[in-house]
């Protein structure tokens, strides 16, 4: 089992900074990948970034150059670094994780094993 809890969400105006932590635990093993997702109300989840067990980065076209995503293998920590934030980025941010190193399809919600159950983000104008 593995556990992800997410902090760092809170409420900014438009045009500020967040930046989401993800901290995992229990059995996370030496290679996996992870992601951050997102749930705005009524709208379907959406993955926002993703990042392989070799450190290689996926980010939305929506949020690129707003939004980066990385982590600290030591820590077993997720981050998510937001700038520039818009009113369209507020919803529960998720992190996911899945025992693949590597996936083709890296926005697809089946391809991850555990959830966190998510931080949020509002964001004014």
């Known amino acids: 089992q593995v556990q992800l809890v997410e902090s760092g969400g809170g409420a900014v105006e438009a045009g500020g900074s967040l930046r989401l932590s993800c901290a995992a635990s229990g059995y996370t093993g030496s290679t996996y990948s992870m992601a951050w997702f997102r749930q705005a109300p009524g709208k379907e989840r959406e993955g926002v970034a993703y990042i392989d067990a070799d450190g290689t980065t996926s980010h939305a076209d929506s949020i690129k150059g707003r939004l980066s995503i990385s982590k600290d293998n030591a820590k077993k920590t997720l981050y998510l670094q937001m700038n520039s934030l818009k009113p369209e980025d507020t919803g529960i941010y998720l992190c996911?994780?899945?025992?693949?190193?590597?996936?083709?399809?890296?926005?697809?919600?089946?391809?991850?094993?555990?959830w966190g159950q998510g931080t949020q983000v509002t964001v004014s104008s």
């Open positions: 996911a994780y899945s025992r693949a190193p590597y996936i083709a399809a890296p926005f697809r919600t089946y391809a991850y094993n555990y």
